[in-house]
């Protein structure tokens, strides 16, 4: 037995009994809610005090301020300005879009047709050359020398057979008095014939030489821009040479070779057939400059499979010469025109989830929607089907902002032509001057009455601020103003309930 002053034997401790882990997360997010509602409870009736406080002036500045959170659309009493145009009909083109590269109508590589020494280049690079026109000239007299010999041997033997005709007389003669022999008379007439022929091979030996000499001489064959010489003076030059003496481009007409899908080959070839001309338009890169405007001069005999198309070839007179060969060109080939189309700007064209669309202004100047379909495009108007009428007015300008209903002021599309755009420099200097005078004055209001974050902290004495602090506010955007000041206020009620305390 335990004594009696002894103390009763401790009780076992139960051992402690863990959250399981994965309820922990439940225990702290009811116990935030149970914070938040607290807060929100406590502080509903503050809250709507205030709410009910500042309900006039709030509602007073959405309505300067135009709807508030709405202003991006407007509200539905806004006025939104738009620039607007009329529905109209009239003649649209119907063209097929392609890339094409422009090559020379003709190309010729002026090579050297003898053998020599290059003596002169009489053009220049780049320039525009006649056909016949002297460019080159090869040192010549090798090939006089061979056509002056040539000329001595025709010379001989004609000299030769005339002597032989006059023996040919005399032996004639003789015989019808039956003086020579048969035979002699035959021989005679053989040696002539035969140095007829000699003669005949002189000539054209002769004719040879000339043309050889000739050739020293390099003419244009084709009428064109001359490229880059290729060659240098004093260089021998040869009929092998690859690059030659010059390449000659034709570029007036110059050609224009493109491709079209094989779906438009009916109308190419229907106008073909009926000799109508289709113009062919040539643009820049960028399509925002015509280059040129020519015709189709022929089509392709066969539809390249791989590419389901057509290869077409135009020709452009070039007068100007802004098309150079083996240049990259946008291309518009006219193939039909629609006659008295309905046709509406491409900017008054909407495409919605109900499809494309455009904003008619009503003559109430409000807008309403009407579904259009769209057909070809010329430029910047578009073929259109739908409930629109001629000289009806459509919103181009400023749909963004537009509703179904929505009211609207016509301004002009150009904004150098609309109200208050031409208007005097010196009326903005003031306006402006004005606004940076009103900002100054607002700041030294607000730091006059945040002046008591400075020097003096009397509650009942207005304070005053320094020189320094003053145009530190007015230097302040509006938003930093104000953070700075209530920033100020929360440092001088800080101050006063500490000098307050015992």
Do not use: C
């Amino acid at each position: 037995m335990n004594p009696p002053d002894a103390p009763p034997p401790a009780e076992p401790r139960p051992a402690p009994i863990r959250p399981r882990r994965g309820h922990t997360g439940w225990y702290v997010l009811a116990a935030l809610l149970v914070l938040i509602g607290t807060a929100a409870w406590f502080g509903r009736d503050k809250l709507m005090g205030g709410v009910a406080a500042a309900g006039p002036a709030a509602s007073g500045a959405s309505a300067a301020a135009g709807g508030g959170g709405n202003r991006r659309f407007g509200g539905a009493s806004r006025v939104q300005p738009v620039s607007v145009q009329t529905v109209r009909r009239q003649d649209l083109r119907v063209s097929v879009m392609a890339i094409g590269t422009l090559t020379a109508a003709n190309t010729a590589t002026v090579r050297a047709q003898v053998s020599g020494v290059l003596q002169s280049l009489n053009f220049k690079e780049g320039e525009m050359v006649r056909a016949g026109q002297w460019l080159a000239q090869i040192d010549p007299r090798a090939f006089q020398a061979t056509l002056a010999q040539a000329e001595g041997t025709l010379a001989r033997d004609k000299a030769q057979l005339d002597n032989a005709k006059v023996d040919l007389l005399r032996y004639q003669d003789l015989f019808k008095q039956d003086a020579v022999a048969k035979q002699i008379l035959d021989t005679q007439q053989a040696l002539v014939r035969q140095l007829e022929g000699t003669l005949r091979a002189d000539q054209a030996n002769v004719d040879s030489a000339r043309l050889q000499l000739s050739y020293t001489r390099v003419t244009a064959p084709i009428a064109g821009r001359a490229g880059l010489k290729q060659a240098d003076l004093g260089n021998v030059v040869n009929p092998s040479d690859t690059n030659g003496l010059v390449v000659i481009a034709q570029t007036r007409p110059i050609a224009l070779v493109f491709s079209v899908p094989s779906a438009n080959i009916g109308q190419v070839t229907a106008q073909l057939r009926s000799g109508e001309m289709l113009p062919v338009e040539a643009w820049d890169r960028s399509g925002k400059t015509r280059l040129a405007v020519g015709r189709v001069a022929s089509l392709d005999n066969a539809i390249d499979t791989s590419t389901d198309s057509v290869r077409l070839k135009a020709l452009f007179p070039n007068t100007d010469d802004a098309l150079y060969p083996n240049q990259s060109v946008s291309v518009r080939l006219r193939i039909d025109t629609i006659k008295d189309a309905l046709a509406v700007p491409q900017a008054a064209l909407l495409r919605g989830a109900q499809g494309f669309y455009v904003y008619v202004v009503n003559a109430d100047n409000s807008v309403a929607v009407r579904n259009v379909v769209p057909g070809a495009t010329d430029g910047d108007w578009t073929e259109v089907t739908g409930a629109l009428e001629e000289g009806t007015r459509i919103v181009i300008d400023g749909v963004d902002r537009l509703r179904d209903g929505a009211k609207v002021e016509v301004i002009a599309a150009d904004p150098a032509k609309r109200q208050g755009a031409n208007a005097p420099a010196g009326g903005g200097r003031r306006q402006r001057g004005g606004a940076a005078s009103g900002a100054a004055s607002g700041a030294s209001g607000a730091s006059g009455s945040a002046g008591a974050f400075g020097a003096s902290g009397g509650s009942g004495e207005r304070p005053q601020i320094s020189p320094e602090l003053r145009e530190k506010l007015a230097a302040m955007p509006p938003e930093e103003r104000r953070a700075y000041i209530d920033k100020l206020r929360a440092a001088r009620a800080a101050s006063g309930a500490s000098s307050a305390r015992p």
